[in-house]
Nanobody, 127 residues
């Protein structure tokens, strides 16, 4: 089973940028669907972004145009570039992976249900 380790979180002011990284222990080029979800205190987990089996992308509406998900297969690493950050983006961010075809077909909203996740990295955006 793949293990995932996130990094890159931190505290920034509104309008700033962060790039989250997720290092995978296994080849993620074709064996897994990958995505990001977040959870703020007292709130439900929320799918943020996903890569599907054809390397298309999907995003929750609140981050479209601001966040970009990408993958470096040579490094087995998933990224989330976050620009124009807002205070409402404050949350713990998790990288997730799933080998199943169902996961690949359901887009960002299914990412919290993926079979494997990392330990999370905190993102805090101040106004």
């Amino acid at each position: 089973q793949v293990t995932l380790v996130e990094s890159g979180g931190g505290a920034v002011q509104a309008g700033g940028s962060l790039r989250l990284s997720c290092a995978a222990s296994d080849d993620i080029s074709s064996s897994y669907c990958m995505g990001w979800f977040r959870q703020a205190p007292g709130k439900e987990r929320e799918g943020v972004a996903a890569l599907d089996s054809d390397h298309g992308t999907s995003y929750v509406a609140s981050v479209k145009g601001r966040f970009t998900i990408s993958q470096d297969n040579a490094k087995n690493t998933l990224y989330l570039q976050m620009d124009s950050l807002k205070p409402e983006d404050t949350a713990m961010y998790y990288c997730a992976a799933d080998p199943g075809l169902v996961a690949c077909s359901r887009g960002y909203s299914y990412v919290p249900n993926f079979g494997t996740r990392g330990q999370g990295t905190q993102v805090t955006v101040s106004s």
